[in-house]
């Protein structure tokens, strides 16, 4: 269907952009990738891993504030097979300032660690290959 691969970027609106960077480039490792400011009233940034085929872009709204409004079932899940690795990277998630909380979903628990920023928005670091 696609002649090529679409990139995937996954957006959402923070209360603080600079604290929102620093814990996601911290805690997943990421890098910022581009940024812009007051684009028609809009501040945000890109982070991801160069050549990833994702990469997330958080934004603040100056002239209609998008308040954000995450459920506990909206996930970022990253997998990580590697048991060292994961270790290693929920280690990173806790002192870049997110907190673990169990996941409403206990099969995300069985397996994987639940991580929550100051948003309210949740990533889970499953220690499994990714079924797809």
């Known amino acids: 269907m696609y002649k090529h691969t679409p990139q995937l970027r996954i957006a959402r609106p923070v209360g603080n952009l600079n604290l929102s960077k620093a814990m996601y480039c911290e ?12 684009h028609e009233g809009f501040d945000g940034v890109m982070l991801g891993l160069p050549g990833a085929g994702y990469h997330l872009e958080f934004v603040v709204s100056h002239r209609h ?12 899940v990253l997998y990580l097979p590697d048991h060292a690795e ?6 990173c998630m806790r002192a870049a300032g ?11 628990n069985v397996h994987g660690a639940t991580f929550v920023d100051h948003d ?8 499994t290959a990714s079924p797809v």
């Open 65 to 76: 504030p998008a308040h954000p409004s995450p459920t506990v079932e909206d996930l970022l």
């Open 120 to 127: 309210g928005y949740r990533t889970v670091l499953q220690n």
């Open 27 to 38: 805690g997943l490792n990421l890098q910022q990738l581009g940024s812009f400011k007051d």
């Open 86 to 91: 994961w270790e290693a990277a929920c280690a």
């Open 98 to 108: 997110f907190a673990q909380q169990p996941s409403a979903n206990p099969y995300w």
